[in-house]
């Protein structure tokens, strides 16, 4: 461990995982639980898998307050399989969907639904580069609609949803690949959740959906069986080999965040450690400027410019010597972006915060 490279992660995705977690892995990596052997090599219907599993869907629904009346799910192919099996299951002909257009991932999630169904925008904020999330007020739906898709953090322009829309007897479907568990949410108000764990959850390669289960009994029959998530209901996410090692990894990373003292207390260091940022690029008289509007700005991604490019390839190329990893921007977007997920140490903002002060103190 002492010959560690020691570096600042703010990687998008996949990214920081808590130090604890990865050394509690190493430990348990070659001979789980005195079974004589890893995680990776038991079957996944044996008692001590299946005692991994149910621990890990346990904590998500008590940590994030999932009522009964929901099914948890650990699906692959990330929250992108998502955007194509959603449509699927939930778009029945003659109906339409209506997508919340805020970022990148949600252009995604709406030319996906399309290749299904019929779909339209309930809101946009592509013509500002979406440099804020749409009001309740600009959002439109119809109440024939099959759902309401809304992206609750756009993880590459760096806003955030504070309040989601009441969509009444709509189903609201969430994807917050980047937000989830970061801060308390009312599960009642969605007919769904879902979210690629590589963000704030654990490793890649498991994805996280939660179902009001009313939905499932109105789904789409006619699909693949692989693909209907009726089928993963009904076997507790075990018809097929589950990414066995990723969930281990995800119940993991859920101990320690009720280690950490849940979801209120994550919320309170996540907003302290944006702030930390935040007050340095709105306190530098413009030789930072922020790409998000105030009141739309996300707690996990913040996305900012340096006054000019020379300037700003030569505080990415500083960063990097320094330490810090992940910082150049999505090249979508240019500029800088620190990802401050749940996972990432105060220590690592503040050691940004000061690296971003003395930087401007040098160069302005
Ligand atoms: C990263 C991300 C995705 C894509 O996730 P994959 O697991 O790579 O498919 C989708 N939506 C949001 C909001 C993301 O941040």
Redesign the pocket.
């Known amino acids: 461990m002492s010959n560690q490279k020691s570096v600042y992660n703010f990687n998008a ?1 996949p990214s920081a995982l808590p130090r604890e977690v990865l050394e509690k892995a190493q430990s348990e990596l070659v001979d789980f639980k005195e079974s004589g052997m890893s995680i990776m090599e038991m079957s996944h219907r044996s008692a001590t898998y299946e005692e991994v599993h149910n621990q890990a869907i346990n904590r998500l629904r008590s940590l994030f307050s999932i009522p009964e009346n929901y099914e948890v799910l650990f699906l692959q ?5 998502q955007f194509a099996m959603i449509p699927m299951n939930f778009l029945s002909a003659g109906k339409k969907a209506s997508y919340i257009m805020s970022g990148a ?1 949600s252009d ?1 999630a709406l030319k996906e639904a399309k290749t299904i169904g019929e779909v339209y925008e309930a809101a946009s904020t592509k013509g500002t580069n979406y440099n804020r999330v749409p009001s309740t007020e600009e959002i439109t739906f119809d109440e024939q609609d099959a759902y309401v898709h809304i ?1 609750s ?3 590459i322009f760096g806003t955030q949803f504070q309040e989601f829309p009441d969509t009444g007897n709509i189903p609201l479907i969430a ?1 917050m ?2 937000d989830i568990l970061s801060r308390p949410v009312d599960v009642s108000k969605f007919g769904m959740i879902y979210a ?1 764990a ?2 704030n959850l654990g490793p ?1 390669g498991v ?1 996280v959906a939660i179902i009001r289960k009313d939905l499932l009994e109105n789904a789409n029959s006619s699909i693949p069986t692989i693909l209907k998530y009726s089928t993963h209901a009904s076997n507790n996410s075990l018809y097929n080999t589950p990414p066995s090692f990723g969930i281990y990894m995800l119940g993991e990373v859920l101990g320690w965040m009720e280690q950490q003292g849940g979801l209120d207390k994550i919320a309170k260091n996540n907003e302290e450690k944006a702030n930390l940022i935040y007050n340095v690029i709105d306190n530098s008289n413009g030789f930072y400027t922020g790409h998000a509007e105030k009141d739309s700005r996300s707690l996990m991604n913040i996305t900012f410019r340096v006054a000019d490019e020379q300037l700003e390839k030569q505080f990415l190329q500083e960063a990097k010597e320094a330490g810090f990893v992940g910082l150049n921007g999505h090249r979508s977007v240019g500029g800088c972006r620190a990802s401050a997920y749940n996972a990432v140490p105060y220590a690592a903002c503040e050691a940004l915060k000061q690296f971003m002060v003395d930087f401007q103190a040098k160069h302005k």
């Open positions: 995705g192919g990330g929250a992108s399989l991932w995604k992206t953090n756009n993880t994807d690949s980047s690629g590589q963000k890649s994805t």
